[in-house]
């Protein structure tokens, strides 16, 4: 449970400025209040990439309301760890904190939009210490498709104390509803990534396959 709830709490579970746990044993707190609500989870994670076991803590806060042009979630996160995660040196151990703000809000029956904003702090050696992303999720019902997605997005990051500057990603994907619960998602991922000795790009093409039960 609290790492399902982590997930729900994570801005977006890929976000370069955010450290994601395990399934590990932890506690959670929920709270729910009309449009409002709170989520706070602390986790034993067994090991990093530096191969020591952390704590970590989160907290999310939410707010829900609908509009007439359709239902819109607002959210804050923040995030730490304990100091377990080596700095750029490799010399000493420093903790992580990161703020992630995001937004998602429908703006008519088939289109919504989404942002996030994250910063997370470099005393640990970091790929990335700031991420600006936005995009738009479009339903298939524009074109008689109503449980089929088209989602566009594009983030920019700017680089951390490992060696890049900044990155720049676009993502296009298409999901489509075979049955009430069987989709089949195509994903495309085009980055570059500038760094001191030259710009590196790279493209990423994905299916994926997801059953609901």
């Known amino acids: 449970m609290a790492y399902e709830t982590y997930r729900r709490i994570s801005a977006e579970e890929n976000a370069p400025t955010g450290f994601f746990p395990s399934y590990d044993k932890g506690a959670v ?13 602390v986790m034993q994670v067994g090991e990093n990439d530096d191969g020591r076991g952390y704590t970590f803590y989160g907290g999310q806060a939410a707010y829900t309301r609908t509009s007439p042009r359709g239902e819109g979630t607002y959210r804050i996160i923040i ?22 703000l995001s937004a998602d809000q429908q703006i008519s029956d088939h289109i919504g939009i989404f942002l996030r904003f994250g910063w997370q702090d470099d005393d640990a050696a970091v ?3 700031a991420l600006y992303s936005g995009g738009v999720n ?3 019902g524009m074109w008689g498709r109503p449980n089929d997605t088209l989602g566009i997005g594009f983030a920019h990051l700017d680089g951390g104390n490992t060696g890049i ?8 994907y298409y999901s489509v509803a ?10 495309i991922q085009l980055m570059k990534d500038n760094m001191s000795g030259g710009d590196a790009k790279g493209a990423i093409f994905s299916l994926r396959a997801t059953k609901e039960y």
């Open 165 to 172: 500057s900044s990155t720049h990603a676009g993502e296009v």
């Open 127 to 129: 790929t990335h210490n």
């Open 29 to 41: 707190v929920e709270l729910d209040r009309g449009p409002w609500s709170f989520r706070a989870v």
């Open 79 to 100: 995030a730490g760890t304990d100091d377990k995660f080596l700095d750029p040196s490799g010399l000493r151990q420093e903790g992580l904190t990161q703020i992630t």
């Open 178 to 187: 075979i049955t009430d619960h069987l989709s089949i998602t195509g994903d």
């Open 138 to 140: 479009i339903s298939g």
